[in-house]
């Protein structure tokens, strides 16, 4: 079972940044797992923040594109990041991670880090 936590969300202002951490406990079979960050405000639907694939290539959502990079750590590929910039009220939400089988058969949530955007 892979267990998923997120991490690094809280309150900041307007224009200020966060920088969120993501680790997945395992990959079961040594394959390593697509990880994506996804946000859901309260009466939205969840939707696409950010995904980097086993094979590093990164896929933004059109909420937060040119305000958000994810990364996967160097040394602890079960660990991704996700860097936020000029940080807008509307982006306040609840920011979930999915640690994603590249084969599709399984994927592993995370109970999400708060994110508030607020002055």
């Known amino acids: 079972q892979v267990q998923v936590a997120e991490s690094g969300g809280g309150l900041v202002q307007p224009g200020g940044s966060l920088r969120l951490s993501c680790t997945a406990s395992t990959f079961p079979y040594g394959v390593l797992y697509n990880m994506g960050w996804y946000r859901q405000a309260p009466g939205k639907e969840r939707e696409l923040v950010a995904k980097?694939?086993?094979?590093?290539?990164?896929?933004y959502g059109d909420s937060m594109k040119g305000r958000v990079t994810v990364s996967r750590d160097k040394t602890k590929n079960t660990v991704v990041y996700l860097q936020m910039n000029s940080l807008k009220p509307e982006d306040t939400a609840v920011y979930l991670c999915a640690a994603q089988s590249p084969y599709g058969d399984s994927s592993y949530w995370g109970q999400g880090t708060q994110v508030t955007v607020s002055a």
């Open positions: 980097i694939t086993s094979s590093g290539i990164t896929y």
